[in-house]
């Protein structure tokens, strides 16, 4: 069965300290992966789409990569306003429109 | 260009009651999604509509209808409502299939919050 888990559930930095989210995946046939940011009350904001291993992706502070099981999400200098959920979902290439969420990693910035 | 409106917010319901909760997208999106988001979890998706008259079962189907009867709105119904599907339901669109390339990024409405006691 399709599976992703994020890593860690919760990560608390300082205003400048980079830090990587993790996001761990088995599916059969991978057709993509998508990170999302989540703010508190509201719906999921699209960042980035990867659709093969090797694959990079940058806005801002952040930068997405993949590899054939995990894809990690790089927070550079983050600031207050990036603290949010971040969450990760694959879509498999079994059925074109069914897509798997991790629970998410809750990130929080402090000044 | 209001991009995808979700009503109502919130809505309290007793067992065994019905509602349908609404969901309106302005962009011309092919593709709309129903997810649910239960605490401390990921998203599930219910079902999902590949564009007028055409509905799919997603992973966690049961409980709950939809109809596509015109590109712009989704509706999703809930029958004899269950303590079970208190959760904050989230619909979504996307011009295409969200791996297809290009810019089919799926846009996500505000979530309506839904309670069953």
């Known amino acids: 069965e399709d599976q992703v888990t994020q890593s860690p559930e919760a990560l608390r930095l300082q205003e400048g300290e980079s830090s990587s989210l993790n996001c761990s995946y088995t599916?059969?046939?991978?057709?993509?992966l998508f990170w999302y940011r989540q703010d508190p009350g509201k719906g999921p904001e699209f960042l980035f789409t990867l659709y093969s291993a090797g694959e990079e992706k940058e806005k801002e502070r952040l930068k997405a990569t993949l590899t054939k099981k995990e894809s990690f999400l790089h927070i550079t200098a983050p600031k207050p306003e990036d603290s949010a959920t971040y969450l990760c979902a694959v879509q498999a290439g079994g059925n074109n429109n069914d897509m798997r969420f991790g629970a998410g990693t809750r990130l929080t910035v402090k000044p | 260009n209001a991009g995808v409106t979700q009503t109502p917010k919130f809505r309290i319901l007793k067992i065994g009651q019905s509602m349908t909760l609404q969901c309106t997208q302005d962009?011309?999106?092919?593709?709309m999604y129903w997810y649910r988001q239960d605490p401390g979890m990921g998203l599930k998706l219910i079902y999902y509509s590949v564009g007028a008259g055409i509905t799919d079962k997603g992973e966690v189907p049961n409980g709950y209808n939809v109809s596509r009867s015109t590109t712009e709105d989704f509706p999703l119904r809930l029958e004899l409502a269950a303590p079970s599907q208190t959760s904050v339901y989230f619909c979504?669109?996307?011009?295409?299939?969200?791996?297809?390339?290009?810019?089919?990024?799926?846009?996500f409405g505000p979530g309506t919050r839904l309670t069953v006691l």
């Open positions: 979504a669109s996307s011009y295409s299939f969200p791996s297809g390339g290009g810019n089919n990024e799926q846009f």
């Open positions: 962009m011309n999106h092919n593709y």
């Open positions: 599916v059969s046939g991978l057709r993509g």
